[in-house]
């Protein structure tokens, strides 16, 4: 009887075994497969998607919002413009964005005891998170809020983003660590440019170095590394290899600043898709500047300041530009398309006579048939001064507006009393302070040799400790692109109040009347601040 029993009490132990394993072997199969593996490459398409809304293959993410489905696309529709550069997520409008870093995804969450609504949820699984973005609804199947946009994800971009979410409470972007901040700046080394980009270079690393000099900023010391660009401007600006910006990305620096350059370069579509602030550089052109992107300058080109002009004339004398058309000299580069389409659109848009257009040509044979009230030039000085021999060959004593960047003293003609410059540049009582700059230069031994490049520069090494400081420990470039967009009414130290937003990339929203002193060969304030009206 009591072998029977312990035959029958083996049977069951022997079963519970069985059980048990069989059990634990069916929880294994029904375990997610280990998450691949993330790699470099892997991480920088999953940031693209996360940070900027840009998928590794040049595509916009898209997005869609609530029933409605309203489209969200490329940057507005990025991770990071409401969970945060960091994932840690934030308020917004009173919404509460989550935590998704993986501390906070890869646990359970519990009902709290102050909870109105009911947002406990299992650890998220891959499968669990991808259903989460593309579906929009949570571990714990409920749908998630109509703010979260429900993403259309390829399989490639899926991975991607992914993988970069498994890593995003330790992965940092290029360029940083816990003790350097590596910051790249393109500058023409050597050749005719060279002495201006030795120059913003010293200004720059003095800058830098003291801020290092008071521990750098977050303990992080700031390390510049510089590439010689002088190629660019020895061959055709679309050559391959002649693009210093594209090798500093190659080194994987953080950000740029104070990069000499024309006002568009090729290598832009990189420091887009990459989301690498450029942070004021100075531009070799008055091209035309882009309203959005990771590219902040300091000033206006030289059309914005044809409409300033256009503005200022038609609050002074909108009765007369209604009977009597201004009239627009320029070259027929991108440059001066763009200062007469300016002045076009400007006169259009305030009911104004429609302005003569006299291209690059000389204005002598065009003066007689209609006299202007006005002209506006842009182009060369020499061509300038040519322009004022012109109007006085033919005595038509009208007044003449030019970008503050023709000033020449040392040409014929540009001290005329009919002469009016147009200058972003603070003069008068809006001039710079310059005793800091002054004893910024002493102490670091720098002299004074192309002041408005070194004064650029000493903008955009201050404008860019100042953004960096906001954006806090947790620095990512999207990080810093969000804190340059928020800067308002900074004070540079050597220029007007600096202001960007989520769609103004340039700094300095204005200008000043200015005249040629005679005396010193100096611009002289002839008006106060004007600024440009959208």
């Known amino acids: 009887m009591r072998g029977g029993g312990r035959g029958h009490d083996g049977v069951l132990r022997w ?57 969200l696309e490329g940057a507005v529709a990025a991770c990071a413009r409401c969970h945060g550069p960091s994932g840690r997520g934030s308020r917004e409008g009173g919404v509460e964005v989550p935590d998704i870093t993986p501390g906070s995804l890869h646990h359970a969450r519990a009902r709290g005891l102050e909870d109105t609504v009911d947002r406990s949820r299992p650890a998220y699984t891959r499968a669990t998170l991808l259903r989460a973005i593309t579906e929009g609804t949570s571990a714990s199947g409920r749908p998630l809020g109509v703010a979260m946009p429900r993403y259309e994800l390829a399989e490639a971009d899926a991975d991607a983003l992914l993988a970069y979410l498994q890593a995003l409470d330790v992965a940092t972007d290029p360029g940083l660590s816990s003790t350097t901040l590596t910051v790249g700046a393109a500058l023409p080394l050597s050749g005719r440019l060279g002495p201006v980009g030795q120059e913003v270079q010293a200004v720059v690393r003095a800058v830098f170095a003291d801020v290092n000099a008071r521990g750098g900023i977050f303990r992080r010391r700031l390390e510049l590394v510089v590439e010689d660009d002088a190629a660019l401007y020895a061959t055709a600006a679309s050559s391959e290899g002649a693009d210093a910006t594209a090798r500093l990305l190659d080194r994987d620096v953080f950000a740029l600043v104070a990069s000499v350059r024309p006002a568009r370069l090729a290598s832009d579509t990189r420091l887009e898709r990459e989301g690498v602030p450029l942070v004021l550089p100075l531009p070799l052109d008055s091209g035309p500047l882009p309203e959005e992107g990771p590219v902040f300058f300091l000033y206006p080109e030289a059309s914005a300041l044809a409409r300033i002009a256009v503005q200022h004339l038609a609050a002074t004398s909108e009765p007369e530009l209604r009977r009597q058309p201004l009239a627009v000299v320029h070259p027929g580069d991108e440059a001066g398309r763009a200062w007469w389409e300016a002045v076009r659109a400007e006169a259009g848009r305030r009911e104004l006579a429609p302005p003569l257009d006299w291209g690059a040509a000389s204005a002598v044979e065009r003066t007689a048939a209609t006299p202007p009230f006005a002209v506006l030039y842009t182009g060369t000085p020499e061509g300038l001064s040519a322009l004022l021999k012109s109007l006085e060959a033919r005595s038509l004593r009208v007044p003449v507006f030019a970008p503050a960047t ?29 005793e800091v700059l002054t004893a910024f230069m002493d102490r670091h031994g720098l002299k004074p040799a192309h002041p408005a490049f070194q004064l650029g520069a000493y903008a955009a090494a201050r404008v860019f400790v100042e953004a960096v400081t906001r954006a806090g420990a947790d620095l990512t470039r999207a990080g810093l692109q969000l804190q340059l967009e928020a800067l308002r009414d900074f004070d540079t130290g050597v220029s007007p109040p600096v202001s960007f937003g989520a769609n103004r990339r340039v700094g300095v929203q204005g200008a000043q009347l200015a005249k040629m002193d005679a005396a010193t060969g100096r611009l002289v304030a002839a008006s106060d601040w004007i600024p440009l009206s959208p």
């Open 406 to 434: 023709l000033a020449d003293p040392r040409l014929p003609g540009l001290m005329d009393g009919r002469l009016t410059f147009l200058s972003p540049v603070g003069l008068g009582a809006r001039a710079p302070d310059m």
């Open 15 to 71: 079963s519970a075994r069985f059980a048990l394993v069989a059990a634990l072997l069916l929880s294994a199969c029904k375990r997610e497969a280990p998450r691949p593996a993330v790699t470099p490459a892997g991480l920088k398409q999953g940031r693209g998607l996360f940070q900027q809304g840009q998928s590794p293959h040049g595509a916009a993410l898209t997005g869609f919002l609530g029933p409605e489905r309203v489209e």
